[in-house]
């Protein structure tokens, strides 16, 4: 069974900011504005959850930053930056690949290193 410690003593200084880019414009196909920016919020509470760092979403220009392109490979990262491939059908469930989600996830833990 795992068990994740939530990590309660936080710095101001362990804050990041983090923006959508473009990532609820539409272009990703299989999920609306509102399940990506849902998916991206939840990604990144699961890091805060086993992290001592905040997430605080800004309008423009945060630290990390999501966007949607054409890329070789469902997701990638690379200096602060998301990117999702808008060629492949995202979906929500575990079944579905890939789910946006885990690759969410598994791309902002490449941006924290």
């Known amino acids: 069974m ?3 410690e ?4 936080r710095n101001p200084a362990s804050t990041l900011t983090y923006s959508l880019g473009n990532v609820t414009d539409g272009g990703l196909q299989g999920v609306t504005a509102a399940q990506v920016s849902a998916a991206v919020d939840e990604a ?3 890091w805060a959850s086993v992290t001592p760092l905040n997430f605080v979403r800004v309008s423009t220009q945060g630290q ?7 890329y070789p490979y469902a997701g990638q ?3 602060g930056n998301v990117y999702l491939d808008f060629d492949r059908p995202w ?4 079944q579905a690949l890939p789910n946006l989600l885990l ?4 791309e902002v833990g490449h941006v924290l290193g």
Request: proline fraction near 0%.
């Open 6 to 9: 939530v990590l309660e003593d």
């Open 44 to 46: 990144l509470y699961l």
């Open 64 to 70: 990390v930053k999501f966007q949607h392109g054409d």
């Open 2 to 4: 795992l068990t994740l």
């Open 103 to 106: 690759v969410t996830t598994h």
């Open 91 to 94: 979906g929500l469930t575990y």
């Open 77 to 79: 990262a690379a200096g």
